[in-house]
Structures are given as C-alpha cells and as structure tokens.
C-alpha cells in the first residue's frame, strides 16, 4: 500500500512477539474452522457463490469483498481454507491498525496493547466477525486503516500518506456503503480542531479524493444503471420509530455493542478514570477520537429522529466504533494505572479469545442433539459427491436458495451454480443455460416434493421445460451423530440447447 509499510514500521515500540501472538491467534481459528465443518454459513455461501464473476457489482453491497474472495479462489483454489485464510488476514489487519494507532495515541505500549485486546471483549467483534459477516468485517479493517492514516497525518503529513488515505477510503465504500458514516463523522471532527483543518485543506488532501473517487467510479456508474439492487438494502434500514424511544434504542444498541468491554474496563481502572478526566484531555489524536465518537453518536440520533431509521444493527457499528477502547484508555491518569490491573484486564481479554476459540471448536458436537441442525451441520460434501456424476462439469445447477447454491459450490467448483435473492445482478439465467452442457435443479427435499414454485418459476422463466421430468431425491447424514438425514430433490432437466434427458431415482433412496 505506497509506503504504508515502511510508515507502520517506523514506532520503536512495536512489541513483535504481540503481533506474532495476534497471527497465531487467527490462524489457529482458520484451522479450526477448516476441520469443524465443510458446510458453509449464510454469508461465506453467498461470497463462493457470487465469486464465480467479475462485475462491477452484485448486489445491494459493494463488490469489494467478492472481488477479494474470487481474487483468492483464482491464486488458490475454491477451498474452505481459502476462505477462512481471507477472514482471518482481514481480522489481524483490523487488530494490526487498531494498535498501531493506540501507540500513537496512548501513553506505553503496554496501555496499546491492552486497547488493542479490548476488541476481543466486543462481542461482534470478537464472535461474530468470526461466524458470519464478510462485508462488515472489511469495513471495520478499512475503518481502521483510515483512522490509522488521519494520526499519521496529524502529526506529519506526507503525500504518500494522503495518497494511501485516498485509496484506503475509496476502498472503505466498495466495502461496506455506511462506512460513509464514519467518513463523514471523521471530517466534521477534522474540522473543529486547526490541525484537522490544516489537514483537510491542504492541496494534497484533494489529490487523495480525487483517487478515492477514481476508485469508485465504475462502481457508481455501474449503481447508477442499478438502482433497483439497493431496494431491499432500503428496506432494511426503513423504518418508523417515536422519537423518545428511537433515541433511548440507540443508545442502547451502542451500550450492548460496548458490552462487556466498558464494565470490565470501569471495574479496573475506575480510580485512574476518575483522575484522567479531572486532568483533562491531552492530544490532539485524543482529541479527535472523542469528538468524532461524540459526532457519530449524534449522527446516529439523527438518523433515527430525522429519517425514521428501523432498528440500527450492532454489526452496522463496528466501524463506527472500534475506537472506543482506545479513547477509554486515553481518559486514563497513565502514572495511575497499575501494572497488575493492567495485566488483569489484558488477561481478562485473553481468556475472552481463548474461550471463543473453544466454542467454535466444541459448539458443533455439542450442538449434536440440537432438534434444529444448523448450517454447518449440513452433509455438504456427500450431497455434492452424489450430484456430481449427474452434472457433469460445465453443467448448470439451480438451487433453491443461494446459501445451498454457494456451499455446494465449495465441492463442484468446476459447474456454474445460481440461487436466488432478490438483489442479486448476476448474468441473466437464460444466458447461463444457453452456455451450459447440463441442467440441474436443487430443492430442500424434506420439507416439499416437488419442485418449489420459486424455483419452478425460474426456471420457466430461463427458458426449460419441466413437462415429463421426474424429480429424483439424495440425501445423507447430518455430521456429529445428529440423528437425521438432510434430503435434497433433484431434477434434471432439458434445456433450449439441451438433449432431452430425465433423471429419475428411487424415491426412497
């Protein structure tokens, strides 16, 4: 990234063996994840199956996370470690800008590395990054990235730096659309101190919009010919809400977002807080940290007051408030903060991240007599060993949903799979038919059947005729002993360009 390494490597206190210890920590859960199960989650499915192609866009989310996934499938291969190894780099790169900045910004490394080890008390941070978000996830590394360059910037600016800001923000939106909120709330507070101001005024500054927005243009050209993707991304966020409560919610969202970092964090280091905020704040890198903390706060209120806002998400505040443990530990009186308390709390966030990676190695087999198997209990690569040598490679495969489409994927990534969702801008069915040797379709057989209407209508709609095919059915068992099967109904199907040709199986198979 320019000379963005050569600038991380410049503070003598960076404490290598914390950043060995940080790898290790996240390879450890990519391992883990690659053993527990070869299913796949709701969001690691849609990114397979969204990776078969290159667009400018896919959906109502930017493209930036696919464009990485199918970047690592092409140098790879279409593997669960592929896209395990692709989460967790994103997740040590978020760690890595978190603590270069808090060496920057707090007094002794060892109060950077406790901030930087608070993530690991955020549970949408410390759980769910690891469980499903993609986008998120990217927005929160880039969230981090851009935090990181506007302190180095206060304190000297470069071009090469400007320059690295521009494309780590023009990234930040092809990762995620509100961590617009997060640049607009980091400008405003740039522009109630003079430093900031000097900042945003210089000549070089526009030179890094410039390539943030030569970065997005084909994107926003291509939304501009889209409108209709982000439909239901509006729907999302659409709401109503009585002003006294919409308010009371957020602010509750952002307290249960916080949880448990900011009571563990009271509870040690009460006496050093209460001393830290009679002192005052010293810095200007604290300074705005906290006056952007305060900004996006207010911009949340508005949000809800203004715009009428449903529910705000915790995940939507990870890039709006991963700072936080940084500014807390900037309130600190550092001369009173104890070594023993520190190592504490840092070994109260351990044990945080050792305990979730355990859950994640242990919740499946315990999970094994759940009534409701999860996803990742699913038998994905005995299914797929069973379709394949009814789709040949080339063929075409259309699931029922998109979450069964991209976890098959993940075992036949030589055949071309689709399955639905209302956002999705991918290549036209019909195309994908005409292109293809074989036809298939795929249905959760357990729960109808038939060919469901859904997948019924697209179909029909592609152009095949489902007149005289006779659906046939698969299935094997749930893993972890659960004792039940997971059947899929499939039907082969004649194509515009196809040979006629009926799969017909025991139904009791």
């Given at each position: 990234?320019?000379?963005?390494?050569?600038?991380?490597?410049?503070?003598?206190?960076?404490?290598?063996?914390?950043?060995?210890?940080?790898?290790?920590?996240?390879?450890?859960?990519?391992?883990?994840?690659?053993?527990?199960?070869?299913?796949?989650?709701?969001?690691?499915?849609?990114?397979?199956?969204?990776?078969?192609?290159?667009?400018?866009?896919?959906?109502?989310?930017?493209?930036?996370?696919?464009?990485?996934?199918?970047?690592?499938?092409?140098?790879?291969?279409?593997?669960?470690?592929?896209?395990?190894?692709?989460?967790?780099?994103?997740?040590?790169?978020?760690?890595?800008?978190?603590?270069?900045?808090?060496?920057?910004?707090?007094?002794?490394?060892?109060?950077?590395?406790?901030?930087?080890?608070?993530?690991?008390?955020?549970?949408?941070?410390?759980?769910?990054?690891?469980?499903?978000?993609?986008?998120?996830?990217?927005?929160?590394?880039?969230?981090?990235?851009?935090?990181?360059?506007?302190?180095?910037?206060?304190?000297?600016?470069?071009?090469?730096?400007?320059?690295?800001?521009?494309?780590?923000?023009?990234?930040?939106?092809?990762?995620?659309?509100?961590?617009?909120?997060?640049?607009?709330?980091?400008?405003?507070?740039?522009?109630?101190?003079?430093?900031?101001?000097?900042?945003?005024?210089?000549?070089?500054?526009?030179?890094?919009?410039?390539?943030?927005?030569?970065?997005?243009?084909?994107?926003?050209?291509?939304?501009?010919?889209h409108l209709q993707a982000i439909s239901d991304l509006h729907?999302?966020?659409?709401?109503?809400?009585?002003?006294?409560?919409?308010?009371?919610?957020?602010?509750?969202?952002?307290?249960?977002?916080?949880?448990?970092?900011?009571?563990?964090?009271?509870?040690?280091?009460?006496?050093?807080?209460?001393?830290?905020?009679?002192?005052?704040?010293?810095?200007?890198?604290?300074?705005?940290?906290?006056?952007?903390?305060?900004?996006?706060?207010?911009?949340?209120?508005?949000?809800?007051?203004?715009?009428?806002?449903?529910?705000?998400?915790?995940?939507?505040?990870?890039?709006?408030?991963?700072?936080?443990?940084?500014?807390?530990?900037?309130?600190?009186?550092?001369?009173?903060?104890?070594?023993?308390?520190?190592?504490?709390?840092?070994?109260?966030?351990l044990t945080a991240g050792a305990l979730a990676l355990l859950?994640?190695?242990?919740?499946?087999?315990?999970?094994?007599?759940?009534?409701?198997?999860?996803?990742?209990?699913?038998?994905?690569?005995?299914?797929?060993?069973?379709?394949?040598?009814?789709?040949?490679?080339?063929?075409?495969?259309?699931?029922?949903?998109?979450?069964?489409?991209?976890?098959?994927?993940?075992?036949?990534?030589?055949?071309?799979?689709?399955?639905?969702?209302?956002?999705?801008?991918?290549?036209?069915?019909?195309?994908?038919?005409?292109?293809?040797?074989?036809?298939?379709?795929?249905?959760?057989?357990?729960?109808?059947?038939?060919?469901?209407?859904?997948?019924?209508?697209?179909?029909?709609?592609?152009?095949?005729?489902?007149?005289?095919?006779?659906?046939?059915?698969?299935?094997?068992?749930?893993?972890?002993?659960?004792?039940?099967?997971?059947?899929?109904?499939?039907?082969?199907?004649?194509?515009?360009?196809?040979?006629?040709?009926?799969?017909?199986?025991?139904?009791?198979?």
């Amino acid at each position: 990234m320019l000379s963005l390494p050569r600038l991380m490597t410049r503070d003598a206190r960076i404490d290598s063996r914390f950043l060995l210890g940080l790898l290790l920590y996240f390879s450890l859960f990519a391992v883990v994840r690659v053993l527990i199960s070869d299913a796949l989650e709701l969001d690691e499915a849609e990114q397979l199956l969204l990776a078969q192609w290159w667009q400018w866009g896919y959906s109502a989310q930017p493209p930036l996370y696919t464009w990485l996934s199918a970047g690592a499938e092409r140098l790879f291969g279409v593997n669960l470690l592929t896209a395990s190894l692709l989460r967790e780099a994103l997740l040590f790169l978020t760690y890595l800008f978190v603590y270069l900045t808090a060496l920057r910004v707090l007094q002794g490394p060892r109060l950077a590395i406790a901030a930087t080890l608070s993530l690991l008390l955020i549970p949408q941070i410390l759980w769910e990054n690891q469980r499903e978000h993609t986008h998120s996830l990217l927005a929160l590394c880039l969230a981090a990235a851009t935090l990181y360059l506007v302190i180095l910037l206060l304190q000297r600016r470069h071009l090469a730096t400007y320059l690295a800001l521009g494309l780590v923000g023009g990234l930040g939106v092809l990762a995620k659309y509100n961590i617009l909120l997060f640049d607009f709330a980091l400008a405003a507070a740039l522009l109630t101190l003079a430093e900031g101001r000097r900042l945003l005024l210089d000549w070089r500054c526009a030179i890094a919009l410039g390539l943030a927005l030569l970065i997005l243009s084909p994107h926003l050209f291509w939304l501009l010919q889209h409108l209709q993707a982000i439909s239901d991304l509006h729907a999302v966020v659409a709401g109503e809400a009585r002003r006294v409560s919409a308010s009371l919610q957020v602010l509750v969202t952002v307290l249960v977002f916080l949880t448990p970092m900011w009571l563990v964090f009271t509870l040690m280091f009460y006496p050093a807080l209460r001393e830290g905020l009679h002192a005052g704040v010293r810095g200007v890198a604290v300074q705005l940290i906290l006056r952007y903390l305060a900004v996006v706060l207010a911009l949340l209120l508005c949000a809800q007051w203004v715009l009428g806002m449903g529910q705000i998400k915790e995940r939507w505040l990870q890039p709006l408030l991963f700072m936080v443990p940084i500014a807390c530990f900037a309130l600190l009186n550092a001369q009173a903060v104890r070594r023993r308390r520190l190592n504490l709390y840092s070994g109260i966030a351990l044990t945080a991240g050792a305990l979730a990676l355990l859950v994640t190695a242990v919740r499946l087999p315990l999970l094994s007599d759940a009534s409701k198997p999860s996803r990742l209990h699913q038998p994905i690569a005995e299914l797929a060993a069973l379709i394949a040598p009814l789709a040949p490679p080339g063929s075409l495969l259309l699931a029922e949903e998109y979450a069964l489409a991209g976890a098959l994927r993940l075992h036949l990534p030589d055949r071309v799979w689709y399955g639905p969702r209302m956002s999705y801008v991918v290549p036209p069915i019909p195309q994908l038919v005409q292109d293809a040797k074989q036809v298939v379709l795929l249905w959760d057989g357990a729960r109808q059947e038939s060919v469901p209407p859904q997948l019924r209508h697209l179909a029909e709609d592609a152009g095949l005729r489902l007149e005289g095919a006779v659906p046939g059915y698969i299935e094997a068992p749930y893993r972890y002993g659960l004792a039940r099967h997971y059947r899929l109904g499939m039907l082969v199907v004649p194509g515009p360009a196809l040979e006629t040709s009926v799969f017909q199986a025991d139904p009791d198979r």
